[in-house]
């Protein structure tokens, strides 16, 4: 299993900035992978790329954890829907 974190940043000056960050690696391991864009769709595109080496060994899931900052009067995940961003349960072999 994959374990992500998926955090969504507004800078505080100015918030039509907004960064996605995220860090991901095998569920307990200690090491891990870090990334982030300011577009959802490329960060999320990256992880699963990265997740997909295992794939030739190993039946792939992911788990994702999501926070940080939301919009307002929403919250991070249904930013993620409005975006119409997929965060997959499963990653499958190219």
Known sequence: MIAVELRR???PDDPADVDWY??????GDSSGVEDSQ???RELVD???DDARRW????EVTMEWNIG???PAGSTVEDEIRRLA???PARVEPS
Do not use: F, H, K, P
């Open 55 to 58: 794939t030739d060994r190993y």
């Open 85 to 87: 961003v997929a965060l």
């Open 38 to 40: 300011e577009s959802l």
């Open 68 to 70: 940080g900052d939301a």
């Open 22 to 27: 995220a860090e991901w690696g095998v569920q």
């Open 9 to 11: 940043y507004v800078e």
């Open 46 to 48: 990256a992880i699963v």
